[in-house]
């Protein structure tokens, strides 16, 4: 395969999607920014994210001013992004980094010594911000690296043999800009499914290509089935407002805002039993469906409990205003809970 740095980096500057974390050609772009966006774009497609990054900038425009925000205020405006530990290492990471100066480290290794980057997000952020001649290799990556080579070995466990490769690719110059152009094409033109090798500028160096064999790479190990948890939200109402717990800070959700309930088992809850859990002492009452979530490793199916109160002041947790139930910061499982029972109370 001839140039293919090359073929990649003209293709990049012809088709770029526009992305507000994106600095034009020739410009420098800002580390700040850059650290930003990939911390958000972890898991998370880049339609989503835009929305998102534009508030957190607007709200907090550099490192210092993100770390002099409160934790609970970041984590509101995470909320809905999903995988909540990144919005706390978001916020301890721009502690650290104000503290040293306020200035990124450059290297990989001194980057992943930061809270919440590991070896990929080190790699984007030393190659685009920094220059360094790194590969961050993120599934799309591995997706075009797979197919380029002909790797038939299934991921995961082809993943070294990957980076490899793909650190084999990168040029001199240019070393953002090629990896970007290279998360680009595999999230444009290598997808997943029915990859568009006819606008692609390295089919004719591709391995995978020749041998009609691309839709079939990269291949991956079968993934376990994600197993099926059950709990029960008891959604207690007051004057207009709604109780509101807080989540321990380590561990899923940690230390986000919830709506109290039971935790989260294999088997359904009965009533008698998930009772126990319940805030108070009221007459609740079940809400027809359910809400169904899916996390990484497991599904969440929750059942809901009405119930209006008169009192309650003792009780544990917060009273929020249905009003503000929007800009508190729930995470999206509980928005579910949410919308589910103030549709029925």
């Not at 500057?13 to 700040?32: I, K, M, Q, S, T």
């Not at 998930?274 to 009221?282: C, D, G, H, L």
Request: with cysteine; net charge positive.
């Amino acid at each position: 395969m001839t140039n293919p740095a090359t073929k990649l980096l003209k293709w990049y500057d012809a088709n770029a999607r526009e992305l507000p974390w994106r600095a034009a050609p020739g410009v420098v772009p800002d580390p700040y920014r850059v650290w930003l966006s990939e911390i958000m774009l972890q898991q998370t497609q880049a339609v989503v994210v835009a929305p998102y990054y534009l508030k957190f900038l607007g709200r907090w425009p550099t490192v210092q001013a993100l770390a002099a925000a409160e934790l609970d205020d970041v984590l509101a405006a995470w909320a809905g992004l999903g995988y909540y530990a990144r919005g706390r290492n978001l916020h301890r990471t721009a502690q650290a980094v104000t503290e040293a100066g306020g200035r990124f480290p450059e290297s990989e290794v001194a980057l992943r010594a930061l809270p919440g980057i590991g070896v990929y997000t080190a790699a984007a952020i030393a190659s685009i911000a920094f220059g360094a001649r790194a590969s961050a290799v993120d599934g799309n990556v591995e997706r075009v690296v797979s197919r380029l080579f002909a790797v038939t070995v299934p991921i995961p466990k082809s993943r070294p043999k990957l980076r490899t490769l793909a650190v084999s690719l990168v040029p001199l110059q240019r070393t953002g800009d090629f990896a970007q152009g290279l998360i680009e094409l595999g999230a444009t033109v290598c997808t997943a499914r029915s990859p568009d090798c006819v606008a692609c500028p390295l089919s004719d160096g591709c391995k995978a290509f020749a041998k009609g064999s691309q839709d079939r790479l990269p291949r991956r190990v079968p993934k376990q089935e994600r197993p099926t948890r059950h709990g029960v939200c008891f959604w207690l109402e007051r004057s207009g407002q709604v109780l509101l717990g807080r989540r321990p800070p380590r561990g899923l959700l940690g230390g986000m805002l919830e709506i109290p309930g039971t935790p989260w088992e294999a088997k359904s809850w009965g009533q008698k039993s998930a009772m126990e859990f319940a805030p108070t002492s009221a007459d609740w009452q079940s809400v027809p469906g359910e809400v169904r979530h899916t996390f990484t490793h497991f599904h969440l199916v929750l059942t809901v409990m009405t119930a209006r109160t008169r009192s309650g002041g003792n009780l544990a947790g917060t009273w929020v205003a249905l009003d503000d139930l929007e800009t508190a910061g729930l995470p999206s499982v509980f928005a579910k809970v949410s919308g589910l029972a103030r549709a029925k109370v």
